[in-house]
Nanobody
Framework: QVLLVESGGGLVQAGGSLRLSCAAS????????VGWFRQAPGKEREFVAA????????DYADSVKGRFTISRDNAKNTVYLQMNSLKPEDTAVYYC?????????????????WGQGAQVIVSS
């Protein structure tokens, strides 16, 4: 069992920045890939970014490329999502998710463990 806890959400003005954290506990995280997804009201959950535990480069949705950066701290069992140049359309609940293995799928159904979500609101 893997427990994921997100933190760092909040309210920010357009153009601002936030950093989300996803702290993992339970099984060792060394063989897990982690993804970030988001869900806005009335919309389906969508892929944002993902990273394998040993990778130094993340995969990103086109809508966030160049603005968001995913990274990880192995010693802390934590994955981060640095969000810069935020836009009102980035407003959503952000979820981190984990799956065993080295691939980083963009489909939410491919992930086995999910956090409770962190609300991000970007005002115009």
């Amino acid at each position: 069992q893997v427990l994921l806890v997100e933190s760092g959400g909040g309210l920010v003005q357009a153009g601002g920045s936030l950093r989300l954290s996803c702290a993992a506990s339970g099984r060792t995280f060394s063989s897990y890939s982690v993804g970030w997804f988001r869900q806005a009201p009335g919309k389906e959950r969508e892929f944002v970014a993902a990273i394998t535990w040993s990778a130094t480069k993340g995969d990103y949705a086109d809508s966030v490329k160049g603005r968001f950066t995913i990274s990880r701290d192995n010693a802390k069992n934590t994955v981060y999502l640095q969000m810069n140049s935020l836009k009102p359309e980035d407003t959503a609940v952000y979820y981190c998710a984990a799956r065993s293995g080295i691939v980083t799928p963009t489909r939410s159904g491919s992930y086995d463990y999910w956090g409770q979500g962190a609300q991000v609101i970007v005002s115009s």
